[in-house]
């Protein structure tokens, strides 16, 4: 019996990987391959309490939705029989790639060394999905060793972005609650 395949599935928020790739991961699950979730924002900036909090001029309690938000993901992911689920917790409001960001998901990758990464389309109407996307390309070419020069790579020669595939979901539309209400 052979073994299964490693799957990495990014999505900017939690709601994200699920939502968009859901079904697919469960799939990954059902046929035995080792599936992770990686989420580098809390989603926090798109939960519907922090959004009508901002509304009413008050503030929300954010620790109390990262972890709401957190709690969320690991009960549907626990559904599909996901069990690797990590957060990175970086703040939704990053607008520009972030070297440490993308240090964190290439750590990632070294260590699941993924054959498969779902995540969003590079031109993702949501920024922090095209920008969770374009980190994710540039932490696969850091994993993979090609930009530090090296013949081999840190996966001895068989995964890198040569060997593993990048597939995107796209969503039409609109895709979150700050965008409905424009």
């Given amino acids: 019996m052979s073994q299964g395949l490693s799957v990495l599935n990014i999505g900017g928020h939690p709601k994200d990987v699920i939502m968009y790739a859901g ?54 992911a626990n ?31 070294q260590e699941i060394r993924p054959r498969i990464i779902v995540t969003h389309w590079p031109d993702d109407t949501v920024p922090a999905h095209a920008l969770a996307t374009r980190m994710t390309l540039l932490a696969l070419d850091a994993a993979s060793g090609f930009r530090r020069g090296k013949k081999s790579t840190p996966f001895g020669g068989d995964v890198g972005p040569e060997a593993t595939q990048i597939f ?15």
Avoid: W
């Fill in 79 to 109: 559904e599909l029989g996901v069990e690797d689920v990590r957060f990175l917790g970086y703040d939704d409001e990053i607008t520009i790639e972030d070297k440490d960001i993308v240090s964190d998901i290439a750590d990632i990758i």
């Fill in 168 to 182: 995107f979901h796209t969503q039409y539309g609109r895709t979150n609650l700050l965008e409905t209400f424009n």
């Fill in 23 to 76: 079904g697919t991961m469960a799939k990954h699950v059902e046929r035995g391959d080792k599936v992770c979730m990686l989420i580098p924002y809390t989603g926090v900036s798109h939960h519907e309490a922090a959004i009508n909090a901002l509304r009413e001029g008050q503030e929300a309690n954010i620790d109390d939705l990262i972890i709401e938000r957190k709690t969320e993901l690991n009960a549907a």
